[in-house]
């Protein structure tokens, strides 16, 4: 199975800032990486697909990056409704699995 | 509108079995496959498997071979997903996810089973 190791687990930042986080498969899966946030009581919801592109109604302020082994999605001018958890998401054949995931809190 | 519409909560004894569902609307039931994840208080998401409603080929992640069965009802857009021999291990939140076959990344997710395992 692909490991997926992302990072920071937890990361405090303020609205305004711009945060990175990463994840880290341990093998090549190209740019077949996908990035959720979640909220506390909710389901995930898709931010990027193919490591880089947005999903609908996504906006702009969140970017993703990378292919083969890292991957990074950034998150520029922190709004209020960024704060939760982040998860990573190989999707180079099965079993899919996710990264333990990063919560964003509030400073 | 795309809605995956889950069972309600379940409270069930150590040992016993549990189904929950999943019905679709506001796309074609059978163009995209149907996925299972796993979600236990405070943790990381957990892949259990998934079901391409159309022919009902099914793959399951290897630790849920014997945990978990899938499988669809074309007439009602449903898609069901039965737990047994359960114990406190099992106590999550499930949600069903659809992709379609040319990316296993989920667009639209239920808004999850609650399944809680006590005597």
Same mark, same amino acid.
């Given at each position: 199975? *692909?490991?997926?190791? &992302?990072?920071?687990?937890?990361?405090?930042?303020?609205?305004?800032?711009?945060?990175?986080?990463?994840? #880290?498969?341990?093998?090549? *899966?190209?740019?077949?990486?996908?990035?959720?946030?979640?909220?506390?009581?909710?389901?995930?919801?898709?931010?990027?697909?193919?490591?880089?592109?947005?999903?609908?109604?996504?906006?702009?302020?969140?970017?993703?990056?990378?292919?083969?082994?890292?991957?990074?999605?950034?998150?520029?001018?922190? &709004?209020?409704?960024?704060?939760?958890?982040? =998860?990573?998401?190989?999707? =180079?054949?099965?079993?899919?699995?996710?990264?333990? @995931?990063?919560?964003?809190?509030?400073? | 509108?795309?809605?995956?519409?889950?069972?309600?909560?379940?409270?069930?004894?150590?040992?016993?079995?549990?189904?929950?569902?999943?019905?679709?609307?506001?796309?074609?039931?059978?163009?995209?496959?149907?996925?299972?994840?796993?979600? #236990?208080?405070?943790?990381?998401?957990?892949?259990? @498997?998934?079901?391409?409603?159309?022919?009902?080929?099914?793959?399951?992640?290897?630790?849920?071979?014997?945990?978990?069965?899938?499988?669809?009802?074309?007439?009602?857009?449903?898609?069901?997903?039965?737990?047994?021999?359960?114990?406190?291990?099992?106590?999550?939140?499930? =949600?069903?996810?659809?992709?379609?076959? =040319? @990316?296993?990344?989920?667009?639209?997710?239920?808004?999850?089973?609650?399944?809680?395992?006590?005597?």
């Amino acid at each position: 199975d *692909i490991q997926m190791t &992302q990072s920071p687990a937890s990361l405090s930042a303020s609205v305004g800032e711009t945060v990175t986080i990463t994840c #880290r498969a341990s093998e090549n *899966i190209y740019s077949y990486l996908a990035w959720y946030q979640q909220k506390q009581g909710k389901s995930p919801q898709l931010l990027v697909y193919n490591a880089k592109t947005l999903a609908e109604g996504v906006p702009s302020r969140f970017s993703g990056s990378g292919s083969g082994t890292q991957f990074s999605l950034k998150i520029n001018s922190l &709004q209020p409704e960024d704060f939760g958890s982040y =998860y990573c998401q190989h999707h =180079y054949g099965t079993p899919l699995t996710f990264g333990a @995931g990063t919560k964003l809190e509030l400073k | 509108q795309v809605q995956l519409q889950q069972s309600g909560p379940e409270l069930v004894r150590p040992g016993a079995s549990v189904k929950m569902s999943c019905k679709a609307s506001g796309y074609t039931f059978t163009s995209y496959w149907m996925h299972w994840v796993k979600q #236990r208080p405070g943790q990381g998401l957990e892949w259990i @498997g998934m079901i391409d409603p159309s022919n009902s080929e099914t793959r399951l992640n290897q630790k849920f071979k014997d945990k978990a069965t899938l499988n669809v009802d074309k007439s009602s857009n449903t898609a069901y997903m039965q737990l047994s021999s359960l114990t406190s291990e099992d106590s999550a939140v499930y =949600y069903c996810a659809r992709s379609w076959d =040319y @990316g296993r990344y989920f667009d639209y997710w239920g808004q999850g089973t609650t399944l809680t395992v006590s005597s």
